[in-house]
Structure formats: C-alpha cells, structure tokens
C-alpha cells in the first residue's frame, strides 16, 4: 500500500529481457535500507526488490501483464522512474490510498504553464464495462499517475488535467513529460468501491 507522495525520481542503469519477462536495475540513493522482497512502487506499479547488489543500485522484475498495462516496457536506460516504498502503518496519509495495481496508460495531450505551475492534459482509452465498475476520474478527485497521487480537473469521460507544483514537477519525472509521453495511471480505488456497491 503507498500514499502517492513519490520519494525519489531514480534512473534506470539496465535492462534485462528474461524471456516475457523484463529485469529493471536502478540506482537509488535509498538502496543501502532495502531488503530482498520489499514491496517499492515504480511510476505507481508495485514491484517487488530481486537484487541487491551492493553497489547502490537494486533490481526489480516485471512480468507480461504488468508490462501491458504500464508504461514500464518502454523505459530506456537513463529515463527516471518515480518511486515509493510502502507506506508504514503508523505514518500519516498524506496523498491518497494508492495500490500500485495500474490500471491502464495514458497520452499526454499538453503541457501548459501557469503563472509558476503546470497543468497536464491526459487522455487514456474508455472501456465503458470499467467506467462503469470506476475506473474513471472525477471533478476534485484523486487519481494517481506514474505513482503521483493527484488531484483532478477538467474531467471529462476520457480525459482529464492535473495542475503541477513546482516541488512536483522538481522532484519527479514531470519534469520530463511532454505531448506523447505515455504515463500510468491507477483510479481511485474508494471510487471503484463505491461503483460496486452501487451495481447490487
């Protein structure tokens, strides 16, 4: 379980294809305090630690579904990911409830600045069968892309913006999104809940 309040943009130092599978090999500047099996999101897809080299860097794997529904399987060496380990049980929430299950990639459509700050445009393809179990987004709610917790606006039944604080687009791979980058996204889990519910 994370929160969406991303600790690092770390870059990627390798890839290894195994078959369908795909090995990830960061370097990370927390890499000393992880361990084997640790749970750590990787632009919001939950990824488990497989290596520990010793040398500053780890090692994550990614499986053939994970690489169709994210955004993983065109990473390059030298791009940054956004990362964050799990969320500790006695620690505040402070972005949203974020599960590193993604849900489908999207397109960005723009960038725009704003007096300081940045809006986000994203479109991602509709299934209704879904929009109806909620996998949506919606006006002043959460949603989390490439790991980020946000909050939406301008949403609209395929697309939607999210506004960019300089801290965030500092600190994270925003700073490398334009038009055409493909990024992952995770809708709000509560309101796939409520969309459940709401079916019986």
Known sequence: MFSGIVEDAIEVVGLRHDESNLHITLRCPFADELRIDQSISHNGVCLTVVSLPGDGTYTVTAIRETLDRSNLGGLKEGDLVNVERSMKIDGRLDGHIVQGHVDTTAVCQGVEEADGSWY?????????????????TVEKGSVTVNGVSLTVCDSEKDSFRVAIIPYTHDHTNFCRIEKGTVVNLEFDIIGKYLARLNSY
Do not use: P
């Open 120 to 136: 986000y445009s994203f479109k991602y393809d509709v299934d209704r069968e879904l929009a109806k179990k909620g996998y949506v």
